[in-house]
């Protein structure tokens, strides 16, 4: 590597690498290149010259043999070379540290540190601990140092370690030797271990408090008592040592008040009313540093603004109390605030972005404190104005920032109106911003910024954004503007032209409680039904229209159809061939869907009975090999055949309103045992389809389709939570979304079948995360519950509910074992219940354990891979699926999901190098269930044949239901 | 939660992907390191001017704080480049974005100086010496001393000793 291509420069064009210090070499703004050419001008020197292989050590501190064999490895020219390079290193470092000669302290601390830099290159390294160790008890700082560092380093992977190193610890934090203190101390800090915090946790705040430690220990040992109480705070009791601690505010050294505010901060957060006392100490600890001149602090300046990050400390530790009772103290930070705002308008005291990053820092900590405080509305408008001021500004972090800021000050009735001047730069970001995160945020603060008087101009941006949007963020614009329309439609035609427009922009990201709620809305309010189907018979006029859209056509001409069928552009017969024309593209679902609308055809239109019913009696129809359509089509054809005109009229009666809010789930499992009115499932047929399952035009019907029977339990058909007790909240995302403060996001457990890792649900007030690792047929899961809210969750109990083939035994740390006894289909219920400020949440949800958790991936051959499948040749034990794709096909996405499903994946088994095949034993305590797959993706058409055979037919079904999910 | 906003790691990477240093702050196992790394470096070099210094994160690891047991969530990578070398800081969304842009700066005006102009080689061969700037800087994943004057001071003393 040449001294050009490593030379540390700064970024191009951006902020110039200058060290504002009198005596300093000045570096101009320069490009990487001609920096590095100005610099060898400048340095000439041995340095740059030796730098291709190996910069000269400067004397005294070096060590030859370590720059030596890091010279070696960087002129490794392969993998190999450099491993091979490393074993003969190892085997040099062994054979001295065995060696029957004692190693002196410098040879030891080389090997020692030789080994680090071996374990920083990524091998594991399995000796020389002891010999670290040793050098701990060295008095050179040089070798203490590298003891210390590798321990730092490797104590993740070797904790035996931490016990034999207490006892150097102690020492050196009673050495009285300032360096060695603080050596003890950051390797404290650095590893935080519960052992250390026993052994240390009580010396510490004496350190920290007693008068003649000196103030860089001291910076040491704030920062160590903060991360030992982070680790355990039932052991860092600060008693009596609380009020000296928050003394350490008016310490005479800044870098002592730096360090301790973050221990004081979070320990007031923790403790606020024993720590309140901070509060008027920070205020005039800022008002000192907001006041002083930009040379005053002298070290504590950083490009003429005074102690930046202190200052950000300071407001961020205000940011834990309400604003101060004191008048007077109140009165001073207030000043402080204007101060902070009137100096973002004065002119810059230099043109560098160090400058003005540093001066935004604060106002944006300020700006912070002033959100937080919601209570002066002067200094609420004025930081308003400050930020749209940025708004426009050249530099995109300070764009980006202006807007999040925003965000916040548009949800204080002080300052909403002053956000909403902004209205049209904000628009203008969501249009032409180039990073997309900006975008997002323009959005967000759309989003925070809408009302009645704005929603109208909001809305229709939003949607003219979204047929651009960037896939990343469609879904969340989707249902924001599903959200705005609903809240703040003042006539409904309005709300259904949006929906219905949301559906033609992006009918991909409109999720099912989208379209349920528009057809809740229009058969709850007469006024709009009428117009709606004029719309939507509108909409489907498109030669080619999401299949979202076919649904709400489908369901709102069959209530309301008559209301349009004056007009003989729209006859009862125009509207009937319409839907039917789109019929054939779409999913079994809809398909079941449409069914439904053609017999309330026949009830609503008396004239359209007979080619209805030649319909239902084509063999597609009541031959269909789908059960469900087959049996639709006949129990229709022949209640349209047999009742009379007034039994059919009271069985296809237009559809009841629905309970308003009442969440869609609640409602479907109440529906679920009502009688069996044909119209009553509607709503519900919609929520049985995932898209997954694909008629496939004429030859979908060709029996490769696993329906589940429509007779089963409702719940049982889908394997995800949204038709489970897993989802309470997921189903009625849209309603409840009303109902609080803002979306929050569900991620099913259909996410976990290719991972173990990740977030299993979310709300406002709890966090659960999942971690999970399994072997055979044992699994280990880790619950994370996260309160987010600052309000204690009182008695908090979790419940596993055992299923029949899982045993799981809940332990203290939310750890639950799995064992699997035999294959199962549904997953175990995890129950959780709490008290939040009073009221008990009640939480079901499934948890992420699926067969194919207990996979032990088998490797085999192309041979073998294919007799195997032949011998699984009986019918039941294979089964299929399929599917359009919801994902990008794209090849190496697909390698990772099958990956994680546990299988092996085997190259060049399939003669078709676009598919995929897979191998595997299901390990579960009862028997061994060994698998095959094979994944046919089919590019063109945009979907997947998906084959699971093996020894156990539940398995295969389950697989394959599990697999459709995922691409 | 304020108390939560605390430096989760400190990455130096290159353009190529090879790390010139990592402090951990936050307990993650091995692999997690490893996937960070990738991932970090995946988000950061497609930026380019136009972009913010600043990338969302989402990242799930264990954490030994029985304060703060659960780390599935949102954090942010605030970035700078110079010249082939990415320094990151990993935060929580809620921290300020300015605060630790300007402290990575503040970090790398005193490696130059230590360093007497420092170049990436610098920190491969004396790997373990920028582990003492960055504990003298920043400690237990919080800002331990801004000053610059004071900080190298400190570090031509400690490189004074045997």
């Known amino acids: 590597m040449t001294g050009t291509e490593v030379q540390l420069a700064n970024q191009i064009g951006r902020s110039g690498l200058e060290a504002g210090h009198v005596g300093r070499k000045r570096w101009r703004e320069l490009s990487a290149r001609s920096v590095t050419s100005s610099v060898r001008v400048q340095r000439p020197t041995e340095k740059s010259r030796t730098r291709a292989n190996m910069p000269a050590v400067s004397k005294g501190d070096g060590m030859r043999g370590l720059a030596v064999f890091i010279s070696d490895i960087r002129n490794c020219k392969s993998k190999e070379a450099e491993i091979k390079r490393i074993n003969k290193e190892l085997a040099n470092i062994r054979s001295k540290f065995?060696?029957?000669?004692?190693?002196?302290?410098?040879?030891?601390?080389?090997?020692?540190?030789?080994?680090?830099?071996?374990?920083?290159?990524?091998?594991?390294?399995?000796?020389?601990?002891?010999?670290?160790?040793?050098?701990?008890?060295?008095?050179?700082?040089?070798?203490?140092?590298?003891?210390?560092?590798?321990?730092?380093?490797?104590?993740?992977s070797n904790s035996e370690l931490i016990r034999l190193i207490n006892n150097a610890i102690k020492n050196d934090l009673s050495s009285r030797n300032p360096t060695f203190m603080c050596l003890a101390l950051h390797c404290i800090a650095n590893v935080g271990s519960r052992e250390m915090a026993e052994a240390f946790a009580g010396e510490i705040p004496r350190i920290l408090v007693a008068g003649d430690t000196m103030d860089s220990v001291k910076q040491s040992a704030a920062l160590c008592l903060l991360r030992l109480y982070k680790t355990s705070p039932d052991l860092v009791l600060m008693g009596e040592w609380t009020s000296r601690v928050v003394h350490l505010l008016n310490d005479q050294h800044m870098g002592v008040v730096t360090a301790a505010i973050s221990l004081i901060t979070c320990l007031s957060q923790k403790n606020p009313d024993e720590f309140k006392t901070c509060v008027s100490l920070a205020v005039s600890r800022l008002s000192r540093i907001v006041s002083s001149a930009s040379t005053d602090l002298q070290d504590y300046t950083y490009y003429f603004v005074p102690a930046p990050w202190l200052s950000c400390k300071l407001l961020r530790l205000l940011q834990c109390y309400p604003p101060p009772e004191d008048g007077a103290v109140k009165g001073r930070l207030v000043e402080c605030l204007e101060t902070i705002l009137n100096k973002a308008q004065e002119p810059p005291k230099s043109k560098k972005v160090q400058h003005s990053n540093a001066k935004n820092a604060i106002l944006f900590e300020a700006i912070s404190l002033i959100i937080h405080y919601d209570s002066e509305p002067n200094l609420l408008v004025r930081a308003c104005n400050q930020l749209g001021q940025f708004l426009q500004h050249r530099e995109t972090n300070l764009r980006y920032l202006a807007l999040e800021s925003m965000c916040t000050l548009a949800s204080s009735e002080f300052s909403h109106e002053a956000v909403k001047t902004h209205i049209e730069?904000?628009?203008?970001?969501?249009?032409?911003?180039?990073?997309?995160?900006?975008?997002?945020?323009?959005?967000?603060?759309?989003?925070?910024?809408?009302?009645?008087s704005n929603a109208k101009q909001i809305v229709a941006e939003m949607l003219s954004y979204l047929e651009t949007a960037d896939y990343s963020i469609r879904e969340e614009m989707v249902l924001k503007v599903a959200i705005l329309a609903e809240k703040y439609a003042v006539d409904y035609s309005w709300y259904v032209d949006t929906i219905l427009n949301l559906i033609r922009i992006a009918g991909d990201y409109v999720s099912e409680e989208v379209w349920y709620r528009v057809i809740q809305i229009v058969i709850n309010r007469d006024d709009v039904q009428g117009y709606a189907a004029k719309t939507v018979f509108e909409a489907l006029q498109a030669p080619a229209c999401h299949e979202n859209m076919v649904k709400v056509g489908g369901y709102i001409l069959g209530e309301f159809g008559n209301l349009i069928a004056g007009d003989p552009r729209s006859s009862p017969l125009v509207q009937f061939n319409l839907l039917h024309s789109k019929f054939h593209l779409c999913s079994v679902p809809t398909r079941a869907l449409l069914l439904s609308a053609y017999i309330k055809f026949i009830n609503l239109f008396p004239e359209t009975k007979?080619?209805?019913?030649?319909?239902?009696?084509?063999?597609?129809?009541?031959?269909?090999?789908?059960?469900?359509?087959?049996?639709?089509?006949?129990?229709?054809?022949?209640?349209?055949?047999?009742?009379?005109?007034?039994?059919?009229?009271?069985?296809?009666?237009?559809?009841?309103?629905?309970?308003?809010?009442?969440?869609?789930?609640?409602?479907?499992?109440?529906?679920k045992k009502g009688p069996g009115a044909v119209s009553v499932n509607e709503l519900e047929e919609g929520k049985r389809e995932g898209g997954e399952l694909n008629g496939g035009g004429e030859r979908g019907d060709n029996s490769a389709i696993s329906t589940p029977s429509p007779s089963a339990d409702l719940l049982g058909l889908r394997t995800g939570p949204p038709v489970t007790a897993a989802a309470p909240s997921a189903g009625s995302l849209l309603v409840d979304v009303f109902s609080e403060a803002g979306p929050f996001f569900i991620l099913f457990i259909l996410l976990f079948v290719c991972k173990n890792n990740g977030v299993l649900f979310e709300n406002q007030l709890l966090q659960i995360g999942i971690k999970s690792e399994y072997r055979q047929n044992l699994g280990r899961m880790y619950l994370f519950y996260g309160n987010k809210t600052s309000v204690q969750f009182i008695t908090f109990t979790t419940t596993v509910t055992l299923e029949p083939l899982i045993e799981g035994g809940a332990q203290v740390q939310q750890v639950i074992n799995i064992e699997c006894l035999t294959d199962f289909s549904d997953a175990p219920l995890l129950n959780i219940k709490f008290r939040y400020g009073?009221?008990?949440?009640?939480?079901?949800?499934?948890?992420?354990?699926?067969?194919?958790?207990?996979?032990?991936?088998?490797?085999?051959?192309?041979?073998?891979?294919?007799?195997?499948?032949?011998?699984?040749?009986?019918?039941?034990?294979?089964?299929?699926?399929?599917?359009?794709?919801?994902?990008?096909?794209?090849?190496?996405?697909?390698?990772?999901?099958?990956?994680?499903?546990?299988?092996?994946?085997?190259?060049?088994?399939?003669?078709?190098?676009?598919?995929?095949v897979c191998a595997g034993v299901i390990q579960t305590k009862a028997q061994q269930v060994g698998s095959l797959l094979r994944l046919e993706p089919n590019a063109q058409a945009q979907m997947y044949r998906l084959t699971v055979r093996s020894s156990k037919d539940t398995v295969s079904k389950r697989l394959c239901e599990l697999l459709a999910e995922q691409f | 939660m304020i108390c939560e906003n605390w430096i989760r790691f400190i990455l130096i990477q290159n353009r190529a992907g090879k790390t010139r240093l990592a402090k951990w702050y936050m307990q993650f196992d091995d692999d997690e390191k490893q996937k960070l790394i990738e991932e970090v470096h995946a988000v950061v070099t497609v930026r380019d001017a136009k972009h913010t210094n600043f990338v969302e994160v989402f990242i799930c690891g264990l954490t030994c704080y029985t304060l703060f047991p659960l780390q599935f969530r949102n954090f942010k990578i605030i970035y700078r480049r110079y010249a082939g070398l990415y320094?990151?800081?990993?935060?929580?969304?809620?921290?300020?974005?300015?605060?630790?842009?300007?402290?990575?700066?503040?970090?790398?005006?005193?490696?130059?100086?230590?360093?007497?102009?420092?170049?990436?080689?610098?920190?491969v061969f004396n790997f373990y010496k920028v582990y003492t700037v960055v504990d003298e800087m920043f400690l237990?994943?919080?800002?331990?001393?801004?000053?610059?004057?004071?900080?190298?001071?400190q570090l031509l003393m400690l490189q004074s000793l045997e």
């Open chain 1, 610 to 671: 007979s080619t209805i019913q030649e319909v239902l009696r084509s063999d597609s129809q009541i031959r269909n090999s789908d059960v469900e359509l087959q049996q639709r089509a006949v129990e229709y054809l022949k209640l349209s055949s047999i009742a009379s005109t007034d039994v059919l009229a009271t069985v296809l009666e237009e559809m009841p309103p629905f309970p308003e809010r009442e969440s869609s789930i609640l409602a479907k499992l109440k529906k």
């Open chain 1, 425 to 452: 730069t904000v628009i203008n970001a969501l249009k032409t911003e180039r990073d997309v995160s900006v975008r997002q945020r323009a959005a967000d603060l759309l989003y925070a910024m809408c009302d009645r």
């Open chain 2, 140 to 153: 237990a994943g919080e800002i331990r001393e801004t000053s610059q004057t004071k900080v190298l001071k």
């Open chain 2, 87 to 123: 320094f990151c800081i990993c935060v929580d969304v809620t921290d300020n974005n300015l605060a630790y842009l300007e402290a990575i700066h503040n970090f790398v005006e005193v490696l130059n100086e230590y360093f007497h102009n420092v170049c990436e080689l610098d920190l």
């Open chain 1, 98 to 156: 065995k060696g029957d000669k004692a190693l002196d302290g410098y040879s030891k601390k080389k090997y020692v540190c030789k080994l680090l830099f071996i374990f920083l290159l990524g091998h594991d390294i399995d000796f020389g601990h002891m010999e670290a160790v040793n050098l701990l008890s060295s008095n050179k700082y040089t070798e203490k140092q590298i003891g210390y560092l590798f321990i730092s380093v490797l104590v993740n």
């Open chain 1, 838 to 916: 009073g009221a008990l949440q009640n939480l079901t949800l499934k948890l992420p354990v699926t067969i194919n958790k207990f996979f032990q991936p088998t490797e085999m051959a192309s041979h073998d891979f294919f007799q195997r499948w032949k011998q699984l040749s009986l019918p039941q034990q294979e089964a299929q699926k399929i599917f359009k794709a919801n994902h990008a096909m794209d090849t190496e996405v697909l390698k990772a999901k099958l990956l994680g499903l546990g299988m092996a994946l085997l190259e060049n088994v399939d003669p078709n190098p676009e598919n995929f």
